[in-house]
């Protein structure tokens, strides 16, 4: 079982330059969403969807755009990488919005904006 | 404001030791409460989901405890491994149904465990 798999896993940009992580989900999820995990902070939520087409902001949204145009992918966009940018994303799926369904996290990816 | 705290925030014990992580939170409405554990470059994996009915929930060598009067919950790991090397996440969950911003993630604890 592939579950949540993320792209890239390590990435550096220069400031001002834009690039895209991928989240991919094989369960038929319906519910996805973007973190980011900054050091001694919890995770923070930047955008989730509750289903293919349906996007919405979370905690952190501003630099970050989403679109989801299929069940299984959630890519998040950078427009303009900022150094605050840098940080380690995290992309999780479940199979509903209940709060009682299981959330699947995918490896993270570290991004490193210079 | 929602918040989640975790104590203490980094702990080193000796294979073979015990030891509790602690989770105090203010959460409204509470729903649910987790514990995850994120091994160093990977994503967090759950240990336990626990309801408000619930006050114990074991899963192999680890035990959740829930006391949702003080609103409090630990972590109790027994006989610790080397494998439990990792940082254990605390989320509560608030409402019925995730809108999106209704968990609430601690900081973590890192546990480091030495031969």
């Known amino acids: 079982n592939a579950g949540v798999t993320q792209t890239p896993k390590f990435q550096v940009l220069k400031t001002g330059q834009s690039m895209t992580l991928q989240c991919a989900q094989d369960?038929?999820?319906?519910?996805m969403s973007w973190y980011r995990q900054d050091p001694g902070m919890g995770l923070r939520l930047i955008h989730y969807?509750?289903?293919?087409?349906?996007?919405d902001q979370g905690e952190v949204p501003n630099g970050y755009n989403v679109s989801r145009s299929t069940t299984e992918d959630f890519p998040l966009r950078l427009l303009s990488a900022a150094p605050s940018q840098t940080s380690v994303y995290f992309c999780?799926?479940?199979?509903?919005?209940?709060?009682?369904?299981?959330?699947?996290f995918g490896q993270g990816t570290r991004l490193t904006v210079v | 404001k929602n918040q989640v705290e975790q104590s203490p925030q980094s702990l080193i014990i000796l294979e073979g030791k015990n030891c509790t992580l602690q989770?105090?939170?203010?959460?409204?409405?509470?729903?649910?409460l987790r514990w995850y554990k994120q091994d160093t470059g990977r994503g967090p994996v759950s240990l336990t989901i626990?309801?408000?009915?619930?006050n114990t929930k074991s899963n192999g060598r680890y035990t959740a405890t829930l006391d949702a009067d003080t609103k409090q919950s630990s972590l109790h790991i027994t006989a610790s491994q080397l494998s439990d090397s990792a940082s254990y996440i605390c989320?509560?969950?608030?409402?019925?149904?995730?809108?999106?911003?209704?968990?609430?993630f601690g900081g973590g604890t890192r546990l480091m465990v030495k031969p």
């Open positions: 626990m309801t408000f009915s619930e």
């Open positions: 999780a799926s479940s199979y509903s919005g209940r709060i009682s369904a299981e959330a699947f």
């Open positions: 369960m038929n999820h319906e519910y």
């Open positions: 989320v509560v969950s608030a409402g019925s149904y995730n809108a999106g911003n209704m968990l609430t």
């Open positions: 969807s509750v289903g293919a087409g349906i996007t």
């Open positions: 989770c105090n939170y203010t959460v409204s409405p509470f729903s649910n």
